[in-house]
């Protein structure tokens, strides 16, 4: 269903046909909602791929490789936790 899709089912309420319902020109709000955050699950799907990825390898490098490559990997990522996060709230 395209996102501009105009039915006459306007204002309705969440049914099967329309999960979030609709708005004053009966668009369905489910697929607007998807439309609009296609580019963010993207980003998001690409991103947390590429960190499972990355761990799962590192993991298994720790875990059978020799043991100086853990002691090395586990000094690494204590090194990198050490640091305090950034706040997400501003001091100003």
Known sequence: MSPNAITTDRFAGAS???PLGTDQLGRDLL???LFGA???LTVAVISVSAALLGG???GLFAGYGPRWLDN???LL???VRSFPTIC???PW
Do not use: K
Request: charged share 20%; aromatic share 14%.
């Open 77 to 79: 990522f204590d090194t």
């Open 56 to 58: 799962i390898t590192l």
């Open 16 to 18: 099967f046909a329309h």
């Open 38 to 40: 296609r580019i963010a």
């Open 72 to 74: 090395i990997l586990l």
């Open 88 to 90: 997400s709230r501003w």
């Open 31 to 33: 697929t607007r909602a």
